[in-house]
């Protein structure tokens, strides 16, 4: 039973109520630190906590990179809403968010190490930062880490990211469905997602037998 919970076993071994094991190993703060000690000495012993650093359980502390037009909603709202998803999930959970500007290229490595290594970053989220030697670092520094909307290609870190270039397409087919036939893009070309997003665009022009025009159409 190498990776369930035994909560029942745990609280019978060590005299502890079922919800207060089960509120130690989700990580909750409502604990004392004598039941804490307990309960996790016996996880221990039983198994239960092999592999779990790598995992979601007993995280308190998170911190989030993001460019540093993420934290204004007037200059990322998609980025902003983001972060402000984040929050809200973790609000029922007594995780404490934190965050750091981090630009999404040449990104500042001395930053994020000396983030990363205090004592209360437990995980992290890199939310649109592309640096290569950030995702070296990050997976060198073995804490769980997961990176949204970034460009990752060698894949060793779990990522979420949006299918840009069928967005491009859906816009512009949700457009020629209306009706629509002269329709111009305008687009911040400064990263590769809106790169893929013009793909899908061009993609929906092709397929509705127009000729995109770059001076003309964006």
């Given at each position: 039973m190498e990776k369930k919970l035994k909560i029942a076993e745990i609280a019978a071994r060590t005299g502890l109520s079922a919800s207060t094991v089960s509120r130690v190993l989700a990580g909750k703060a409502n604990t004392s630190e004598r039941a804490r000690e307990k309960v996790l000495a016996c996880a221990r012993e039983l198994g239960v906590m092999d592999g779990m650093a790598a995992g979601r359980m007993l995280l308190n502390n998170l911190i989030i990179f993001a460019p540093p037009r993420a934290f204004d909603e007037r200059s990322d709202i998609f980025y902003y809403r983001v972060?402000?998803?984040?929050?809200?999930?973790?609000?029922p959970h007594e995780v404490r968010l934190r965050y750091c500007p981090l630009e999404e290229n040449?990104?500042?490595?001395?930053?994020?190490?000396?983030?990363?290594n205090e004592v209360e970053t437990q995980a992290a989220v890199l939310l649109g930062i592309d640096d290569p030697h950030i995702h070296d670092l990050a997976v060198d520094l073995g804490k769980p880490c997961?990176?949204?909307?970034?460009?990752d290609d060698r894949m060793r870190l779990p990522a979420i990211a949006?299918?840009?270039?069928?967005?491009?397409?859906?816009?512009?087919r949700y457009l020629f469905e209306m009706g629509h036939r002269e329709v111009m893009n305008v687009m911040c070309l400064r990263?590769?997602?809106?790169?893929?997003?013009?793909?899908?665009?061009?993609?929906?022009?092709?397929?509705?037998?127009?000729?995109?025009?770059?001076?003309?159409d964006l």
């Open positions: 972060i402000q998803s984040i929050s809200k999930a973790l609000a040449d990104s500042d490595p001395a930053l994020f190490l000396s983030r990363m997961v990176l949204i909307n970034c460009r949006p299918d840009h270039r069928t967005i491009g397409a859906f816009a512009a990263r590769y997602t809106m790169e893929q997003r013009l793909a899908g665009i061009k993609e929906s022009w092709r397929q509705h037998n127009l000729v995109f025009q770059h001076e003309r």
